[in-house]
């Protein structure tokens, strides 16, 4: 079954304190995982696409990785407008061309000032 | 502005009392989904529509109709509502099916009482 898992369920640091998000899955056939980025009452944004293990995509204090099992959302010297819930999804094949993301439960990302 | 929108924003109705919640993208995408996100299990998908007149059943289908008469619309249909089916609900649009972002909604929060 295809699964996805964020760890922690909630992160509180304090701003400039560098610290990393985790998203293991299992899917069979990795199409694409995705990062997005969803504040309160609002939808999900997009952040990032990774393909294949090994690569790296990069946006003002993110940066994400990918390898084959989990991908990593690392947060560098983040500042209070980081505060948000971060989900990670991946593409999981339903039948022949037609898929569906499956999302993880996110990762609550405090920042204080 | 490239967006997907949906209504109404929030609704509150009585069990049975048929609903429709709309969704409409103008980025011209093929392909549209609608998600319900629930606290502790996250974003799954209800339906999903590869093109127009191309629907099918996600993972929680049950106590729901889609539509897609044309390419930019994907009402979602609750025939008879169910206090089950309070949740906050997503449409999502997306150019293709595999390795494109989603790009969502801002959200329909219904409670059904």
């Known amino acids: 079954e295809d699964q996805v898992t964020q760890s922690p369920e909630a992160l509180r640091l304090q701003e400039g304190e560098s610290s990393s998000l985790n998203c293991s899955y299992t899917?069979?056939?990795?199409?694409?995982l995705f990062w997005y980025r969803q504040d309160p009452g609002k939808g999900p944004e997009f952040l990032f696409t990774?393909?294949?293990a090994g690569e790296e995509k990069e946006k003002e204090r993110l940066k994400a990785t990918l390898t084959k099992k989990e991908s990593f959302l690392h947060i560098t010297a983040p500042k209070p407008e980081d505060s948000a819930t971060y989900l990670c999804?991946?593409?999981?094949?339903?039948?022949?061309?037609?898929?569906?993301?499956?999302f993880g439960q996110g990762t609550r990302l405090t920042i204080n000032p | 502005e490239a967006q997907v929108t949906q209504n109404p924003r929030y609704l509150i109705t009585v069990t049975g009392k048929k609903l429709t919640v709309t969704c409409s993208q103008n980025m011209n995408h093929e392909y549209m989904s609608w998600y319900r996100q629930d606290p502790g299990l996250g974003l799954r998908q209800i339906y999903y529509s590869m093109n127009v007149e191309v629907t099918d059943k996600g993972d929680v289908p049950e106590g729901y109709k889609v539509s897609r008469k044309e390419k930019r619309n994907f009402p979602l249909i609750l025939e008879s509502p169910s206090p089950n089916q309070t949740s906050l609900y997503f449409c999502?649009?997306?150019?293709?099916?595999?390795?494109?972002?989603?790009?969502f909604g801002q959200g329909t929060r219904l409670t059904v009482v």
């Open positions: 899917v069979s056939g990795l199409r694409g």
């Open positions: 999502a649009s997306s150019f293709e099916s595999w390795g494109t972002e989603a790009f």
């Open positions: 990774l393909y294949s």
């Open positions: 999804a991946v593409q999981a094949l339903i039948i022949q061309g037609a898929q569906k993301l499956v």
